[in-house]
Each structure stands twice: as C-alpha cells, then as structure tokens.
Nanobody, 120 residues
Framework: QVQLQESGGGLVQPGGSLRLSCAAS????????MEWYRQIPGKQRLFVAR???????DYADSVKGRFTISRGNAKNLVYLQMNKLKSEDTAVYYC??????????????WGQGTQVTVSS
C-alpha cells in the first residue's frame, strides 16, 4: 500500500508561481513513473507532467515551458513547479505514482488532490 499526500496548492494571481509537493509513504516498490494530473469539476482528469525512473520528463502542451516536474533528494518526493500561471490552470491537481513489485506486478496510487486557483 502506497499513500500519497499532496501539498502546496492555494490561491495565486495570474502570472504568479506555486510549487506543489507529493510525498509517498508506505511500502514503496520500484517506482517507474511519478506524474501530475489535474481536473476541473465535470471534466476528465488530464495529464500534466511525468517524471520517469530514468529521469526523462514529459509535459502537456498547455504547460510546456511554464511547469517543471522534479524529484526531491528523498526519492519518495516529487514536485511540480508552476510558473506564469494562468486562469485556465485552475484545477484540483493530483499526484499519481506507478511502479513494479518485487514480483513484477504493476501497482499505482493516487493522492487526494490539492486545489490550485489562479485569479485576480
């Protein structure tokens, strides 16, 4: 069982910055991907950013050049640095982590989400 806890959301003005954090705890096997998604009410949860085990990153086109995903010195931490925020970035942001058990079975876990509101 892996538990994820996001933090760092809040209210920010357009053009501002926020840094989201996600801490994983529990029995953590062989993390393969650490990701961020976001969702607005009544809409599908959408991919934002991915950090793969080899260090490769991937971003949604809407956030490229503004958001950066990184891993903390403690390998169970992942961050999402969000700069030049726009009103359309307003959403609940979710952390998602996926990995493999010792028996090569896949596992994944979602956090509870943290609200980001971009408004003047």
């Amino acid at each position: 069982q892996v538990q994820l806890q996001e933090s760092g959301g809040g209210l920010v003005q357009p053009g501002g910055s926020l840094r989201l954090s996600c801490a994983a705890s529990g029995t953590i096997y062989n993390i393969q991907n650490m990701e961020w998604y976001r969702q607005i009410p009544g809409k599908q949860r959408l991919f934002v950013a991915r950090l793969a085990v080899g260090g490769g990153t991937d971003y949604a086109d809407s956030v490229k050049g503004r958001f950066t995903i990184s891993r903390g010195n403690a390998k169970n931490l992942v961050y999402l640095q969000m700069n030049k925020l726009k009103s359309e970035d307003t959403a609940v942001y979710y952390c998602h982590v996926a990995g493999l058990t010792a028996g090569w079975a896949g596992w994944d876990s979602w956090g509870q989400g943290t609200q980001v509101t971009v408004s003047s």
